[in-house]
């Protein structure tokens, strides 16, 4: 990537730090949201709960949450491409004497900072209502990365199905088809209290196995289990997210680039 490339970019994200400092509710709801379902499932829902092998709701429920976080990411990103495409910007910049990628990469930039500091604000949350790491310090930050790299995994996918939806209205169809997958996991409850093909569903969900692998790396309980998939639920937290790069990142930017065609 040249220096132009790299300044354009920057001016990208730019753009979008810019539009935080002038919505800031908008922001804050973002921000909020997560703690809240978190809160509701912890103390309105929680006491109901077991957890495989013992061991306290609020120690599996947390990290779960932090993975369902970064899936849920993707329909602001599906939002910001529509909006843009339905206000002409994205044509715009296409229009002027700027690196193509730049609108793509100020995107993807922008929207890991807003995940990160989304996950900073739940990792807070969770500290405040008494969840705890046992893991050192070195597992603790894989533990982010592995949330960080589905993030991103699902950005692309965002970018993608934004720009295949084409409006703004849309985006609610594709929210309707994302909760149940988010749900469709290991965030809430163990797969082993679903039915039988339930179950199986849940196990090899790509998020079930990022939040196995850091209630793992986190030290909770719950982070095991009796499937391939759990066992391996490391493995499968890194390969998971990137498949889906291999399979939307291309088809992302093919459908950028035919967006003037």
């Known amino acids: 990537m040249t220096t132009a490339t790299l300044i354009d970019s920057w001016t990208m994200t730019r753009r ?3 539009h935080w400092t002038r919505q800031p509710v908008q922001v804050a709801v973002q921000l909020v949201f997560p703690v809240m379902m978190l809160v509701m499932f912890a103390y309105f829902l929680g006491g109901g709960m077991t957890v495989p092998g013992g061991g306290d709701y609020k120690e599996y429920l947390v990290p779960g949450t932090f993975a369902l976080t970064m899936v849920f990411g993707l329909e602001g990103t599906m939002l910001a491409i529509t909006q843009d495409l339905n206000k002409g910007v994205i044509d715009r910049f296409r229009s002027m004497p700027m690196a193509r990628s730049a ?5 993807s930039v922008l929207d890991m900072l807003q995940s990160a500091l989304g996950l900073l604000v739940l990792l807070g949350a969770g500290l405040a209502m008494g969840w705890r790491w046992h893991g050192g310090p070195g ?3 894989l533990a982010v990365g592995l949330l960080l790299w589905l993030r991103f ?3 692309w996918l965002g970018i993608f199905l934004g720009m295949a939806a084409g409006r703004p209205e849309m985006v609610q169809a594709v929210q309707i088809l994302v909760w149940p997958v988010g749900f469709l996991s290991n965030v809430f409850s163990s797969p082993e209290t679903m039915p039988g093909w339930l179950g199986a569903l849940a196990v090899w969900n790509p998020m079930s196995a990022t939040a196995t692998a850091i209630r793992e790396l986190f030290g909770g309980p719950g ?3 009796d499937s391939w998939a759990a066992d391996h639920a490391q493995l499968l937290s890194v390969c998971w997210p990137l ?5 939307f990142l291309p088809i992302a930017v093919r459908s950028y680039g035919r967006l003037s065609r």
């Open 153 to 155: 995994a699902m950005l």
């Open 103 to 107: 609108v793509l990469v100020g995107r």
């Open 139 to 141: 597992d603790a930050l």
């Open 223 to 225: 982070g095991g289990g």
């Open 243 to 247: 498949a889906l790069i291999a399979v």
């Open 16 to 18: 979008g730090l810019a």
